[in-house]
């Protein structure tokens, strides 16, 4: 499902969307109070949600927008695992080869965290499982986990949802 949205452009990304501009509250002098540069992305086909109200900019805080709703689509859309469309399977592929050393600037961040939350809702929540099937350590795939704030909690619902205990983060 999430591949199906993921792999879009922008532009037809945000042709499945409902936006909506609005005057953002809080500082920014008189400029920010009198124009509709906060944006609202609501998309219709996943019903996921975000916003974007930084920028005086209207057409900045689109584009924020949109990559925070590819961000929420990998994180919160699941597909199954192991994968058999060839954008995917390359991925998980390169998965093994950089062992999850990504920072969150590579274009490969995001569809990589996708693919290790869809290993881990294969493998049940089970950490160990999950990085023998990744081809990884269970060190590295907790420290790939704990790396970004929605993705831990994103791992420790999948985890609750299969009755297990949450993750405590590495120190």
Not at 69 to 83: D, S, T
Request: with cysteine; charged share 25%; hydrophobic share 35%.
């Amino acid at each position: 499902m999430r591949q199906q949205f993921t792999c879009l452009t922008d532009e037809q990304l945000l042709r499945q969307c409902a936006v909506d501009t609005y005057r953002a509250s809080g500082p920014g002098g008189q400029k920010r109070n009198k124009t509709d540069s906060a944006v609202r992305l609501r998309h219709l086909p996943s019903g996921l949600q975000v916003i974007a109200e930084e920028s005086r900019s209207q057409h900045e805080n689109k584009q924020r927008a949109l990559k925070r709703l590819r961000q929420r689509l990998f994180l919160l859309l699941r597909e199954p695992f192991p994968p058999t469309d060839p954008a995917s399977v390359a991925l998980w592929q390169a998965v093994a080869e950089h062992q999850l050393k990504l920072g969150q600037r590579d274009a490969r961040y995001w569809p990589t965290v996708g693919l290790v939350l869809d290993a881990l809702v294969a493998q049940h929540g089970e950490l160990a499982k999950t990085a023998a099937l990744l081809g990884v350590s269970t060190g590295q795939l907790v420290r790939f986990l704990a790396g970004q704030d929605k993705v831990w909690e994103q791992a420790n619902c999948i985890r609750r949802q299969f009755g297990l205990r949450p993750l405590h983060r590495p120190e």
